[in-house]
């Protein structure tokens, strides 16, 4: 059973950065489509950023387009989202998952797909004015 363990949550105000890290058992390349997924309180789990395991073909959800990237180190067995100008509704649980028979359908975006089989536990983050 593949392990995934997000760090790199945390506090920030407005307009501030984060690097998410998400570090995984197995080597990106097992699996087909690697992504982040966000749940704000009260909200659906919603994918925001996804992935080719190959490290090609990133898709993101419109509300955080040129703001968040989203990146492979197969060395290091690790998926990053790295974000910026980061906004109130930003704010949320983030988890990282994995796909290991699907491709990265555009589809995904902005929903929490059964195709991502392997979930971390999250990393939390909040965002103050």
């Known amino acids: 059973q593949v392990q995934l363990m997000e760090s790199g949550g945390g506090s920030v105000k407005v307009g501030g950065s984060l690097k998410l890290s998400c570090t995984m058992s197995?080597?990106?390349?097992?699996?087909?489509?690697l992504g982040w997924f966000r749940q704000a309180p009260g909200k659906e789990r919603a994918g925001i950023a996804i992935i080719e395991e190959d490290g090609t073909d990133a898709k993101y959800l419109d509300a955080v387009k040129g703001r968040f990237t989203i990146s492979i180190d197969d060395a290091k067995n690790t998926l990053y989202l790295e974000m910026r100008s980061l906004k109130p509704e930003d704010a949320g649980m983030y988890y990282c998952?994995?796909?290991?028979?699907?491709?990265?359908?555009?589809?995904?975006?902005?929903?929490?797909?059964?195709?991502?089989?392997?979930w971390g536990q999250g990393t939390q983050v909040t965002v103050s004015t």
């Open positions: 197995e080597p990106s390349v097992t699996w087909y489509c």
């Open positions: 998952a994995l796909a290991p028979r699907y491709t990265c359908w555009a589809s995904y975006i902005g929903k929490a797909p059964k195709d991502f089989e392997f």
